[in-house]
């Protein structure tokens, strides 16, 4: 079974400076997809990024990039710009099959004034 | 456009208890998940259905029951409630193909005294 590791059970950043978040995974499929979703207090699930194992390009979406390291089965998170409201937990997940997302235990990032 | 609704937000049961928890989706995604969310593990997967009939065990399936009749209904049922099932329960949909993205209802606070 594949496993997702977040070594970073907490973390902090001041608002406007770079922060990145660690993940590791372990599986021998070669074709996945890994997530990055973000849990605010409010409990809802949001997706972040999204990135296919076959592309080696990394995903990026406004703020929020990922390094890809497939080799290395690493998928770590960089917030630059950090804002308030990206205080949350951060989940890292795997997916082989849609039918079963593996997620990590999660990153809670707290953005500083 | 409402998404993935779940209903209750917030249970409290006796042990032995049942109860169903309800999840509904207006997006017509094929694919639907139970998970649950506990302290340090992240998400885990109860149950799935890839399709109105058809449903499997995932990670963490025994004390739960689910069914499919319908594309848009994805009931979660706790037969006889223990205190191990207390835990935050999601609900979520996913379209399928090349739309990996999982779709989260908001989830339900379930207390198990």
């Known amino acids: 079974a594949q496993t997702v590791t977040q070594s970073q059970p907490e973390m902090s950043v001041q608002e406007a400076e770079t922060v990145t978040l660690s993940c590791t995974y372990d599986t021998s499929e070669s074709n996945y997809y890994l997530f990055w979703y973000k849990q605010p207090p409010s409990r809802q699930m949001i997706l972040v990024i999204r990135q296919e194992a076959y592309k080696q390009q990394n995903a990026t979406e406004n703020r929020f990039s990922v390094n890809f390291q497939k080799a290395a089965k690493s998928f770590s998170l960089k917030i630059s710009d950090s804002q308030l409201g990206d205080t949350a937990m951060y989940f890292c997940?795997?997916?082989?099959?849609?039918?079963?997302?593996?997620f990590g235990a999660g990153t809670r990032l707290t953005v500083k004034p | 456009n409402a998404g993935v609704t779940q209903t209750p937000k917030f249970q409290v049961l006796k042990t032995g208890q049942s109860m169903t928890l309800q999840c509904a989706q207006d997006m017509n995604h094929e694919y639907m998940s139970w998970y649950r969310q506990d302290p340090g593990m992240g998400l885990r997967l109860i149950h799935y259905?890839?399709?109105?009939?058809?449903?499997d065990q995932g990670e963490v399936p025994n004390g739960y029951n689910v069914s499919r009749s319908t594309t848009e209904d994805f009931p979660l049922r706790l037969l006889s409630a223990a205190p191990s099932q207390t835990s935050v329960y999601f609900c979520a949909s996913t379209e399928g193909g090349t739309r990996t993205e999982a779709f989260f209802g908001q989830g339900t606070r379930l207390t198990v005294v």
């Open positions: 997940a795997f997916m082989k099959h849609i039918t079963d997302m593996r």
């Open positions: 259905s890839v399709g109105a009939g058809i449903t």
